[in-house]
């Protein structure tokens, strides 16, 4: 594998490490049926009672959350008051994160078997966290289906200004990248929904809360992103009620601030789950769905967050590859992937580099990245090891590639990040 050369004379592979292995055009020994065949059957049946069961487990992780926070400031000395909230507010961000993956499952409907339930169990869920169900479940699907297509992609696609340019030199800076991560992180899950930012090009500006939005819907979805419009103004009416009973800045503490920090978790796992300096994104020629569902890394928050967020991040490459199977499911059948896929298998540990992913460049352009030849066998240990130090993180992630052009208007500057 990886002998598709440059003019240097070396390979992607060489110059980037495993992580920019990719599968020939023509691979045969790895195809969507080869990697089904290797997960054993049952993990991709569907139960009511487990995924059922998490919906409700969740909950009492947010109820419990919220009442262990009301206890400590009840307990504590006063000065101890905004470490409180401070973790309140990351815990229960995190406890939103879990219901938000569960939802998402509703839309791809890995949850359970019946299309009612999940649409039913998901319109709740993400109403109550502020997002459109129906509509981003659409968009969304077009994002397992071209995911890392330089002009079709979804979310992320990598922008192509040139690194030379002064604003790109600044947006990988320090500063510009931790003024990207507090931009994304306040305004950037609405600024997506609104004007599909980072998603493709040519479908700029068009708004998820539009039944019109041509380029993100057809005709046949637009009652169902009247519903999700519904969803999001019932919740929004269910917020003032609240603002009335117990005053905004209850309503903000307990509810919206948490919810700010789902909405940057969405961001950031997204971004982290398809971007590394060496992982390719591909021109429409040297796309195909499986390089593209091959392109996702997995990664770890740690096991408690990783277990509370349902294995969405340290289980992502099987879900790319198979979104119809339950999450319970995924993370099982991780290992039997790993073992089929090889060097194809795409692991990165998550803690040490964020950043680096928003200031190093993407690997986008076949004719630097992408590589083609046979498969090579799985890297030695020591190797997996190496690559696995060496490739961690979320500071990396969010400091690396994203360049924007220094034409575009202020708005869309950090679409970079997003
Ligand atoms: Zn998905």
Not at 193 to 206: E, F, I, R, V
Not at 213 to 223: C, G, I, S, V
Not at 305 to 318: A, G, P, Q, T
Request: contains cysteine; positive net charge.
């Amino acid at each position: 594998m990886g002998k598709g050369g440059s003019a240097s004379g070396t390979t992607a592979v060489e110059r980037l490490g495993p992580l920019a292995a990719t599968i020939p055009l023509d691979a045969k020994d790895v195809t969507k049926r080869s990697i089904r065949e290797s997960i054993p059957p049952h993990l991709f049946k569907r139960s009511y009672v487990k995924s059922l069961g998490h919906v409700a487990l969740d909950l009492c992780w947010v109820a419990g959350t919220w009442v262990a926070a009301l206890m400590a400031l009840r307990v504590l000395p006063g000065f101890c008051a905004p470490l409180v909230w401070c973790a309140y507010w990351l815990y229960q961000g995190i406890n939103c994160t879990a219901l938000w993956v569960l939802a998402h499952e509703c839309g791809h409907g890995g949850f359970t078997d019946s299309r009612l339930v999940n649409d039913i169990v998901g319109w709740l869920l993400h109403s109550s966290l502020l997002t459109p169900y129906f509509s981003w479940a659409i968009t969304h699907a077009k994002h397992h289906h071209y995911t890392n297509h330089m002009t079709n992609g979804e979310t992320w696609v990598p922008s192509t200004a040139s690194p030379d340019k002064a604003s790109v030199k600044f947006a990988k800076s320090a500063a510009g990248t931790w003024r990207r991560i507090v931009v994304v992180a306040l305004l950037g899950w609405y600024t997506y929904l609104l004007t599909n930012a980072t998603g493709a090009k040519q479908n700029a500006g068009q708004s998820h809360f539009s039944p019109s939005a041509r380029a993100l819907f057809k005709p046949k979805d637009a009652n169902l992103v009247r519903a999700s419009n519904l969803g999001m103004l019932l919740m929004g009416g269910v917020l003032a009620w609240c603002v009335s009973v117990w005053g905004a800045s209850a309503v903000c503490f307990n509810y919206l601030v948490p919810q700010t920090v789902c909405n940057f978790f969405l961001c950031a796992i997204t971004f982290m789950q398809h971007t590394h300096e060496a992982v390719p994104h591909f021109d429409a020629e040297k796309w195909t769905w499986l390089r593209g569902a091959l392109s996702t890394i997995d990664r770890s928050m740690g096991p408690h967050v990783d277990w509370r967020l349902h294995h969405i991040v340290d289980s992502h490459v099987v879900h790319h590859i198979f979104s119809e199977m339950p999450f319970y499911g995924a993370k099982e059948a991780t290992p039997y992937v790993r073992k089929h896929l090889g060097v194809y298998y795409n692991f990165s540990a998550t803690g040490r580099t964020f950043t680096s992913a928003c200031t190093r460049p993407s690997s986008s352009g076949p004719a630097r990245t992408a590589s083609s030849g046979s498969a090579e066998p799985r890297s030695p240990p020591a190797v997996r090891r190496r690559r696995r130090r060496r490739c961690g993180g979320w500071r990396g992630a969010l400091s690396a590639p994203r360049h924007i052009a220094p034409s575009h208007p202020p708005w869309r500057r950090w679409r970079v990040l997003m």
